[in-house]
Structures are given as C-alpha cells and as structure tokens.
C-alpha cells in the first residue's frame, strides 16, 4: 500500500460545483495532516492544515478519519483560480520537528466557466 | 514574515557536470531546512533536512549531497549529475507544529 494516496484526477467542474477530494494514508501513527495548493510549475503552497474534529476556512472544509485512515477536502462554490493541484501529506509518525512529511502525488482539478 | 529564496530559478546542464543550488531564509532564526525533488509524474521525495549549521541527514541514496554552512542558508551539490537528476528542487522551512513553506523552486533539466 503507498502511503500517501490519492485519486490523479482531473476533476473537471463546473463554476459553482461542490467538488471532494479524498486521501488515504498507510501509517496510523502519523500526527499531522496537511493539504496543499499547487499551481503548474510552482512551488506547493500551505492550503490548510486538518484537525482531528475536522475544520474550515471559507469554502474549503477539511475532514480527518483515524480510524480509517482518511482524509478529505471539500470546496464549495468552485471558482476557477481554484484550478490547481491539491496534495494530500501526512507526517511520517515520528514526531517532533523533524518528523517527515509525505506527499501525495496530488489531485488535478480543473474549474471552467 | 518568513521569506525563502532559491536561486537559480531555472537550470539545463550537461551530465557529468557539477551542480550548485543555494538557499536563503529570512526572518527566523535556527529554522530546520528540507531539500525536496519533485519529478515528473511523481510526488514530492525529501532529499535531505537539517535541524542546525553542519547538520545534515539524507532520507535517501542518491548522487547529490548538502551542507548548511550558516543558520539561513542550505545547498545542495552534485559533483556529476545524472539524467535523472532532473527535476524540480524545492527547498523548505518548517514552522513549529505546521507544514512546510518552500521557496519558489529550481527547475533543473540535465541532458
């Protein structure tokens, strides 16, 4: 099992849609979650961290399932600079700052007018 | 604010040449530093982290290397590049108990 894994994609969407990003992740000790933004050919950018009790901020909304392991990300209201890359990383599980963090290979979504 | 710069921005190099990629951090002190890769198709593999001058650790066998020769700045070197040593470089910083920020990138194209 990969330890980060994510569905490519694309998700092609209207303007407007609710649009659902899934993720499962293979070590149950890992910590820390994260989604991340990535526009083509830039670096990543921090989107949101994921808390345990799940969290928004704005249209996005960030789910965690430890027990299944899972993570999510929903976008309401699609506009198209939300076109982009989202990656799904998980801590390594070991801890502390130098915990490592594992990407996904990220979910292509595409917004159009 | 934090600020991460890399330079260059973008490389093409012969194989067999050495490689030089340098980055900078502003506005923290002491941070813990990460080289990634991310190559085409794939997600992105950390290279090397450094939690202080001198201190270096590899996640992973490869033909590259790194050093950190003061608190802000982070290198990462190659005395023969390979094919596959192409790619896009991303350098790091990691708040206490947050994800990582990068700075903009080297893209990297050896041929």
């Known amino acids: 099992r990969k330890e980060v894994e994510q569905d490519p994609g694309p998700f092609n969407v209207p303007e407007g849609a609710t649009v659902a990003f899934n993720c499962t992740y293979s070590n149950s000790a890992s910590q820390s979650f994260f989604w991340y933004r990535q526009d083509c050919r830039k670096e990543p950018k921090l989107l949101m961290s994921v808390y345990s009790s799940g969290n928004e901020d704005g249209r996005f909304t960030a789910q965690l399932n430890r027990a299944s392991q899972y993570i999510s990300l929903l976008i309401r209201d699609s506009k198209l600079s939300d076109s982009a890359t989202y990656l799904c990383v998980v801590n390594g599980g070991y801890g502390g700052s130098q915990g490592n963090l594992i990407f996904g290979k990220g979910t292509k979504l595409s917004v159009k007018p | 604010s934090q600020t991460i710069h890399q330079w260059p921005a973008t490389l093409v190099q012969p194989v067999g040449s050495p490689l030089s990629l340098e980055c900078t951090v502003e506005?923290?002190?002491?941070?813990?530093l990460y080289w990634y890769r991310q190559a085409a198709g794939r997600g992105l593999q950390l290279l090397f982290y450094?939690?202080?001058?001198?201190?270096i650790s590899s996640e992973v066998p490869q033909n590259l290397s790194a050093s950190r020769p003061q608190d802000r700045q982070f290198i990462l070197s190659s005395k023969k590049l390979l094919l596959s040593d192409s790619g896009f470089y991303l350098c790091?910083?990691?708040?206490?108990?947050?994800?990582?920020?990068f700075g903009p990138g080297t893209r990297l194209l050896v041929l």
């Open positions: 790091a910083w990691r708040p206490l108990l947050a994800g990582d920020h």
């Open positions: 506005g923290t002190s002491n941070p813990n």
């Open positions: 450094s939690v202080g001058i001198g201190q």
